[in-house]
Nanobody, 114 residues
Framework: QVQLVESGGGLVQAGGSLRLSCAASENIFSFNYMGWYRQAPGKQRELVAVITRGGILNYADSVKGRFTISRDNAKNTVYLQMNSLKPEDTAVYYC????????WGQGTQVTVSS
């Protein structure tokens, strides 16, 4: 079973930055795509950013220009660099990887104070 381990969440003031990491237990090229989702209290889980096996990137409109998804193939790790954070970015952030199944990490809390 695939293991996805997130790290890097925390508390930051508005305008600050955080970098999330997602370490996979297997070669990330085995996945069709990997990405980050988030879920705020009382809201549905939503896509934040995704990177395909071929390197195509896609972002939610709400984070374009502020967040960047990237990967380190040698480390089997995907990152989410988050800049210019806003209080509305507060949520639990989940790593996701799709092969023949949907694979999820345990989530990491990001809290942005105003």
């Amino acid at each position: 079973q695939v293991q996805l381990v997130e790290s890097g969440g925390g508390l930051v003031q508005a305008g600050g930055s955080l970098r999330l990491s997602c370490a996979a237990s297997e070669n990330i090229f085995s996945f069709n795509y990997m990405g980050w989702y988030r879920q705020a209290p009382g809201k549905q889980r939503e896509l934040v950013a995704v990177i395909t096996r071929g390197g195509i990137l896609n972002y939610a409109d709400s984070v374009k220009g502020r967040f960047t998804i990237s990967r380190d193939n040698a480390k089997n790790t995907v990152y989410l660099q988050m800049n210019s954070l806003k209080p509305e970015d507060t949520a639990v952030y989940y790593c996701h990887a799709r092969d023949t199944r949907e694979n999820w990490g345990q989530g990491t809390q990001v809290t942005v104070s105003s």
